[in-house]
C-alpha cells in the first residue's frame, strides 16, 4: 500500500529555473492539497483540487502552477523559482466520508525539501 | 484573526507526567476536528480525530466544544517518544473542503 508519494525527496535548484514536485496517491482520494512549510509560518496551502481537472488557489498561490489530469496525480510547477521558495513541500489528499462528511482525515506525504540558490 | 489558535510552548515535562494541550477555533461552521503529530519537520501524522462525544486512544484523549469552539488533547504518562509538535487541525467541509491548521504546540518529554 503505497498510499501517498512525492519526488523528489530532495531538490536544488538555481533562481529562475522551473521546478516540477510530483505527488501521486493510490488511494483515488477526490481531494488533493499543496502546502509550504517554513519555520514560523507553519503550514500554508498553496493550491488544492477537488478533482481531475478542479483546482483553485490556496493561500500562497503565487509563483506556482498546479495541473490534475488524473485523480492520482497532482503535481506542483514552480515557473521561476525565487529563493524566497526555498521550503519544504507537502502533499496531501484527503476522501469526505460518512455523514456531513464526519470522516475526513488528511494524509500527507514524506514532503519534498527544495532549496533555491 | 487566525482560523485555528494554539498555544506554541514549549512544553516541558517529565516522564510520566499528564500534560494538555489546547485550541480553538474561530469558524463555528468547523464540521470535521483532529490532532496531527509532526516531528522535526517530518510529514504530520493523524494523531486522532476529535468527536463531538470526545474519543481516547490509549494514553490519548481528546474533547470537542461546539459551543466554546475549543478542542483539548491529554496526554496521561508522558513517553520520551512524545516528544513532537502537536497540530491542531479543523476541517471546513463547506469551504471547499479546506484544512486549517494551527501553528502547533511544542512538547518536550525530559527523562
Known amino acids: 500500500d503505497a498510499g501517498i508519494t512525492q519526488s523528489p525527496r530532495y531538490k536544488i535548484t538555481e533562481t529562475g529555473r522551473q521546478v516540477t514536485l510530483m505527488c501521486h496517491q493510490t488511494?483515488?482520494?477526490?481531494?488533493m492539497f499543496w502546502y509550504r512549510q517554513d519555520l514560523g509560518h507553519g503550514l500554508r496551502l498553496i493550491y488544492y483540487?477537488?478533482?481531475?481537472?478542479?483546482?483553485d488557489k490556496g493561500e500562497v498561490p503565487d509563483g506556482y502552477v498546479v495541473s490534475r489530469s488524473k485523480t492520482e496525480n497532482f503535481p506542483l510547477t514552480l515557473e521561476s523559482a525565487t529563493r524566497s521558495q526555498t521550503s519544504v513541500y507537502f502533499c496531501?489528499?484527503?476522501?469526505?466520508?460518512?455523514?456531513?462528511?464526519?470522516?475526513?482525515?488528511?494524509?500527507f506525504g514524506p514532503g519534498t525539501r527544495l532549496t533555491v540558490l | 484573526r487566525k482560523e485555528v489558535e494554539q498555544d506554541p510552548g514549549p512544553f516541558n515535562v517529565p516522564e510520566g507526567a499528564t500534560v494538555a494541550f489546547n485550541c480553538t477555533y474561530s469558524?463555528?461552521?468547523?464540521?470535521?476536528f483532529f490532532w496531527y503529530r509532526q516531528d522535526c519537520r517530518k510529514e504530520p501524522k493523524l494523531l486522532m480525530s476529535?468527536?463531538?462525544s470526545g474519543n481516547e486512544d490509549g494514553r490519548f484523549t481528546a474533547q470537542l466544544n461546539r459551543a466554546s469552539q475549543y478542542i483539548s488533547l491529554l496526554i496521561r504518562d508522558s513517553k520520551l517518544s512524545d516528544s513532537a509538535t502537536y497540530l491542531c487541525?479543523?476541517?471546513?467541509?463547506?469551504?471547499?473542503?479546506?484544512?486549517?491548521f494551527g501553528s502547533g504546540t511544542k512538547l518536550n518529554v525530559k527523562p
Open positions: 487541525v479543523v476541517n471546513v467541509i463547506y469551504n471547499f473542503n479546506k484544512f486549517y
Open positions: 488511494w483515488s482520494h477526490s481531494y
Open positions: 483540487s477537488a478533482a481531475a481537472d478542479i483546482t
Open positions: 496531501a489528499s484527503s476522501e469526505p466520508r460518512g455523514l456531513v462528511a464526519t470522516y475526513n482525515e488528511q494524509f
Open positions: 476529535v468527536y463531538s
Open positions: 469558524n463555528s461552521a468547523s464540521q470535521s
